[in-house]
């Protein structure tokens, strides 16, 4: 049994920088991609960044490319570097462990996860 364990969320100022942490508990972390996802108040969660083995296999939103960097080490915990922050980035972030070992062919796509953390708050004010 997997489980997932958020932390480094926070209160931080525009443009300001939070590095959220994924610690994983269980066997085979390597062979699984990760993701985050956001969930903002009275919307949809939604894919922030997803990572299978290493800078070649990282992918992100729209929103969030070029400010945000995702990567893993190589024991049982993912990163999610978040700089220049906006107040739109505000949300209950988490991580999700993919249901399927190696390659993802939509790294966006909630079904294709099949454990998640219980989030972390971030909140960017002006």
């Known amino acids: 049994q997997v489980q997932l364990v958020e932390s480094g969320g926070g209160l931080v100022q525009a443009g300001g920088s939070l590095r959220l942490s994924c610690l994983y508990s269980g066997r085979y972390f390597s062979n699984y991609a990760m993701g985050w996802f956001r969930q903002a108040p009275g919307k949809d969660r939604e894919f922030v960044a997803g990572i299978l083995w290493s800078t070649t296999s990282m992918h992100y939103a729209d929103s969030v490319k070029g400010r945000f960097t995702i990567s893993r080490d190589a024991k049982n915990t993912v990163y999610l570097q978040m700089n220049s922050l906006k107040p739109e980035d505000t949300a209950v972030y988490y991580c999700?462990?993919?249901?399927?070992?190696?390659?993802?062919?939509?790294?966006?796509?909630?079904?294709?996860?099949?454990?998640w953390g219980q989030g972390t708050q971030v909140t960017v004010s002006l």
């Open positions: 999700a462990k993919s249901a399927v070992i190696g390659v993802v062919s939509d790294y966006a796509k909630e079904s294709g996860y099949d454990a």
